[in-house]
Every structure is written in structure tokens, then in C-alpha cells.
């Protein structure tokens, strides 16, 4: 437990990167799930839930809200990782 307490502090920035990356490629998936599936596309992520919600069933308004919540859940993690890291470099 005393290592974790070392090395946490330290892989914080890293983690918090990875987390980042990894939701905006989460986010960008939408492209290559209709580049392999094409017209059938079977896979839900909230990208191209919204798509669907459009597109498909002609509902402009439920395609603004799923796309209002994306942005809001990137911005949970990503608005706190840069005050954080605003905060480190007005300290040193």
C-alpha cells in the first residue's frame, strides 16, 4: 500500500492523459464501425445512437440531446484535468 501511495501522485498526469485519448478515440469509433458494418450497422456507441436518432428516424431533436450529453460527459473529465494541471503550473 505504501508504494501506491509513491506512485500514484506521480502516474496521475499519465493516467488522466490516457483517459482522455481513450475517450476521444472512443468517440471517433463512429467512422469505422459504418466503414465495416456499412448499412447494417448492429453496434451501439453513442455516436452512432445519435446518428440513428436523426438520420433514421427523422428526430433532429433526440440527435441535439445524445449529442449535448457526449459533450458533457468529455468535458467531466477533461474541464477538471485542465484547471488541475493550470493550477500545477501557476505553483512551480
Do not use: C, N
Not at 506521480?10 to 469509433?29: F, N, T, Y
Amino acid at each position: 500500500m505504501r508504494r501506491w501511495r509513491r506512485r500514484l501522485p506521480l502516474l496521475r498526469p499519465v493516467l488522466l492523459s490516457a483517459l482522455i485519448i481513450l475517450g476521444h478515440i472512443s468517440l471517433k469509433v463512429f467512422d469505422l464501425i459504418v466503414a465495416v458494418s456499412g448499412k447494417q450497422i448492429i453496434t451501439d456507441v453513442p455516436a452512432v445512437f445519435m446518428w440513428v436518432a436523426v438520420f433514421d428516424s427523422h428526430d433532429p431533436a433526440k440527435g441535439a440531446t445524445i449529442a449535448a450529453y457526449i459533450v458533457v460527459s468529455v468535458a467531466i473529465f477533461v474541464v477538471p484535468y485542465l484547471v488541475w494541471s493550470v493550477r500545477k503550473e501557476r505553483r512551480s
